[in-house]
Structure formats: C-alpha cells, structure tokens
C-alpha cells in the first residue's frame, strides 16, 4: 500500500483535510507516544494538541484501552486493523461506542488511529445494510436450493447403495454420511424459505394477537423453563401486516432470548409501545413514522461482543448447531414491512426492538428495489 495514486485533492492543503475530518483521527509513535491529533480529537477529548503531543496514547485513553491493542495490532502486523463498537473514553469524559481503525504509516511504527464514534446515523445505516443483505440472500435462496439438492440426493442415495455391500462396522460410515446430508437438506430448506418472493399480506393486524400466539407457542415448547412477562399498551392502533410473517419475526426473537435465558431465573418480556416522531427516511422513499414498537428482552449474557455487528447478517452465530438465519429472516421480513428492527446488549439485558408502520386503511405496494 504505497501512496502512488495522486494524492492532491485540488487545493487543499494536508492542513484542510486533517482538520477537516469530523471525527477524532490522531498519529502515534511506535511506543504509542502522541505525534499529533486532529482538532476533533482536541474537542473529542476538550485536549489541546499541545497538552497531548508527545504523551502517551494511554494516559488519555487508559492503560487499558482497547485501542491500545488495536493499534499494537496493526503495527506487529504491518496492516489496517478496525474494531468495531469499541468503548472509548478520553481522560474524565463519559466513554460511547466507536468503530476504531488503526493503520500503520511507515517502518518507524507510527500508526493512524480513526476513531468513528457509532452515532444513530450509523445505527440507521447498519439497518438499511441489512435490508440488502437479506435481499441479496433471497435472490441466492433459488439458485442454492437447486444446486445443492440434486448432488445431494446423489450422495445419499450413492450412500444407500453403498450400505449394501458393506460390512456392519462400515455401515456407520455410510449412515454418517446420509445423516450429514440430511442435515445439510434441512439447512437449504431454512435458507430456501428467503426465497419466498411472495410480498407480504398487508392486513390491518393486531400485534396483541401475534405476541399472544408466540408466547403460547414458546411457552408450550422451547422456552418453558423462561418466565415472561408481558407489557401491552392497550390502545395500540393496528399495523399493517401478515400474520405468518409477523409470527415467524417474534417466534424467531423469543427463541434466540430462550436459548440465551439460564435455566433457573430465566426471564423474557413483551412489551408494546406507541412512540411517535420515529422516522425512517430512505432514499427514493417517502419518509416513513414507525410509531408501533414491539420490545423482546432477556436477562441472558448478551450478544457476544464479536459478532453484535453483524447478527442480522445472514449465516452469523455463535451456537455450535445455530444457522445464523434467523435474525436474518427477522430482519428481511419486518423490513418487507417497512419496517427497523434494533438491538441494545449488555450482560444482562438485551433488546430487540421491532418498529412498524401504523395500518392507514390503504396500503401503497412498497417500491423494490
Ligand atoms: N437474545 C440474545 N441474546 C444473546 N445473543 C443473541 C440473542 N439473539 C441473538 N443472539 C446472537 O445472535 C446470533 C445470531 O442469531 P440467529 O440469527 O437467530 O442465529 P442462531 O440462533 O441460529 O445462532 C446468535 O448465534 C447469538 O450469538
Ligand atoms: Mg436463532
């Protein structure tokens, strides 16, 4: 990475464009020693350069800080490291989320460190990704199904053949393999259901009615060892929906809380609200109010700090025999709604939060795209 490509932009001095990055960017030595920082670092952390210069990173940031090691990262390695939703908090002020990026400058160790502090805008953004994202898996769906099922009936039926002429201590081996074809039958069957292109039954629906089917059906099954507990705002107005999809949305989010509740003192709410002034405006759409907001929390450990960017994207899981699809079908299905799902997570607390559209009596077919 060497910097061939004309880095003149027009007039303006290396001066303008360093100070004219919104957000904290600052340098440092190979032994983490501050050489200089931008002016939103000054204000960032209400630090002068002056004050900073030649001190180290972690008198600020604290001995340590997670971007302590993701600078060291970068500069044993000699390539850009970026950590997402890291906490940063300069000297006495209150630490927030940052995507932090660290990238080596030279030989000598100095690094480059972006800190992008995780706005709403970024929140927005990650929503809308994810709409794409499940987008991009539903054209995939059909085309993977098809590919993968017509080898996989030959190898399981290869497999039955094969069983015949074997010995009794081999036949494990070929039930091995139909057993693991099955399985992967099953997976495609998950993923297909992203390919169902059938748009959404809008019909004025009452959300009450969807939350009670899925708690039943929880409790009946995978969340019986969980207590819930249930916060309805009764004057909720209908949204605009279909009933399956929307069954499938909570099923899946009430799942994911009883798998992470423990097994004494589990505890799963349902709360509703009515929350105006939530607004999604996206571009070449009318700006859309979302004003019906469905809350599914747990008092699991939270969402592994690892992966929390990108559970809504398709095949991300940490359970040994998880899938990954099913925040994924949430996402795409209330999506198809028009509406955001959202997440906050903390030991002991996570959220899922589910915003939909009011029912206005007619239904406008969403543009797709
Ligand atoms: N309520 C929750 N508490 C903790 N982690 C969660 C919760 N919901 C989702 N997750 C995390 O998000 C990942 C993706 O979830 P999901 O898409 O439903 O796939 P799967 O459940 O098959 O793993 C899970 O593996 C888990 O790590
Ligand atoms: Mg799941």
Redesign the pocket.
């Known amino acids: 990475m060497d910097g061939e490509s004309g880095m003149e932009a027009g007039a303006a001095s290396f001066e303008a464009l360093w100070g004219a990055i919104p957000y904290p960017a600052l340098v440092v030595n190979g032994g983490d020693g501050i050489v200089t920082a931008n002016p939103a670092t000054e204000s960032f952390g209400a630090t002068s350069l002056r004050q900073m210069a030649g001190r180290p990173l972690g008198r600020f940031l604290g001995q340590d800080s997670a971007v302590l090691d993701v600078v060291r990262q970068a500069r044993r390695n000699g390539v850009s490291v970026a950590q997402y939703n890291v906490m940063v908090g300069w000297a006495d002020q209150p630490s927030q989320l940052h995507n932090v990026h660290a990238t080596p400058l030279n030989e000598d160790g100095e690094i480059l460190i972006l800190m992008h502090p995780q706005g709403m805008a970024d929140k927005m953004d990650r929503t809308l990704g994810h709409r794409s994202a499940a987008r991009s898996v539903t054209g995939m769906a059909a085309m993977l199904a098809h590919e993968i099922r017509n080898p996989l009936a030959g190898i399981s039926g290869a497999a039955q053949l094969l069983e015949m002429g074997l010995e009794e201590g081999d036949r494990e081996l070929t039930g091995l393999i139909q057993a693991e074809a099955a399985r992967i039958g099953k997976l495609v069957d998950r993923v297909e259901q992203f390919g169902d292109l059938r748009p959404a039954q809008r019909q004025p629906l009452n959300i009450h009615d969807v939350l009670d089917r899925s708690r039943r059906a929880a409790q009946a099954g995978f969340a019986s060892h969980a207590r819930f507990t249930e916060e309805f705002d009764p004057s909720l107005p209908p949204t605009a929906g279909d009933p399956d999809q929307l069954l499938q949305v909570f099923q ?2 009430l ?3 009883a ?2 509740v423990p097994r004494v003192g589990g505890a799963i709410s349902i709360a509703t609200a009515y929350q105006p002034g939530v607004k999604l405006s996206r571009p070449g759409h009318k700006s859309e109010s979302l004003p019906l907001v469905v809350t599914i929390g ?1 008092n ?5 700090e690892n ?1 929390i960017r990108d ?2 994207d398709p095949f ?4 040994v025999n ?7 079908l ?1 996402s795409k299905f209330v999506a198809d709604h028009g509406g955001v799902v959202e997440c906050d ?1 903390r030991p002991g607390r ?1 959220r ?1 939060r589910v915003r939909l559209p009011v029912w206005r009596g007619d239904v406008a077919e969403e543009p797709r795209g």
Do not use: R
Request: charged fraction near 15%; hydrophobic fraction near 40%.
């Open positions: 899946n989010l799942k994911n809380a798998e992470a747990d699991g450990p939270g969402i592994p992966i559970i809504f991300v899981s940490s359970k998880g899938t990954g699809l099913g925040l994924s949430v997570s996570t899922f």
